[in-house]
């Protein structure tokens, strides 16, 4: 059934954003900074044209900077991370110096969550190729 095939992603995705948002709050009051706790927000319930679905803070050195986060909601087989990524989350991911991708996948009731590497990620050939777009002119 697709539909609820695609519900079920919704909510795996929906409780994915959830927990990475409870992550980056507790990262920041941990790191007594509850001044950019309070400004964490989970934008993708705003737009989808912000191109990623938090937005956070990291402090590194004193320095704060903003943090765009794409949280991916991942499976794991084989011990191998899988998740989907669009070609314009891909291109933000190359281009934007604040953007990280987190990927959570269930262990028992509870999320996991690992940061991918940006280094690592354009190092290795861990992008397969799914479908393609197809384009043919035509003389009507």
């Given at each position: 059934?697709?539909?609820?095939?695609?519900?079920?992603?919704d909510?795996?995705?929906?409780?994915?954003?959830?927990?990475?948002l409870?992550y980056e709050?507790?990262?920041?009051?941990?790191?007594?900074?509850?001044?950019?706790e309070?400004?964490?927000?989970?934008?993708?319930l705003?737009?989808?044209d912000?191109?990623?679905?938090?937005?956070?803070?990291?402090?590194?050195?004193?320095?704060v900077?903003?943090?765009h986060?794409?949280v991916?909601?991942?499976?794991?087989?084989?011990?191998?991370?899988?998740?989907?990524i669009?070609?314009?989350?891909?291109k933000?991911?190359?281009?934007?110096?604040?953007?990280?991708?987190?990927?959570?996948y269930?262990?028992?009731?509870?999320y996991?969550?690992?940061?991918?590497d940006?280094?690592a990620?354009?190092?290795?050939?861990?992008?397969?190729?799914?479908?393609?777009?197809v384009?043919?002119?035509?003389?009507?």
């Open positions: 059934d697709y539909e609820k095939c695609e519900r079920s992603k909510t795996a995705g929906d409780n994915a954003e959830k927990a990475a409870q709050k507790d990262k920041l009051l941990n790191l007594m900074r509850p001044d950019l309070s400004r964490v927000e989970r934008v993708s705003k737009s989808s912000y191109g990623y679905d938090i937005l956070s803070f990291q402090v590194q050195n004193g320095e900077s903003e943090l986060i794409e991916k909601s991942a499976t794991v087989t084989e011990n191998y991370l899988t998740f989907f669009s070609e314009n989350e891909l933000h991911f190359k281009n934007d110096k604040y953007y990280a991708i987190y990927c959570l269930k262990v028992g009731k509870y996991k969550l690992h940061i991918v940006y280094a990620f354009f190092k290795t050939d861990y992008l397969t190729p799914m479908s393609y777009m384009r043919i002119r035509i003389n009507p």
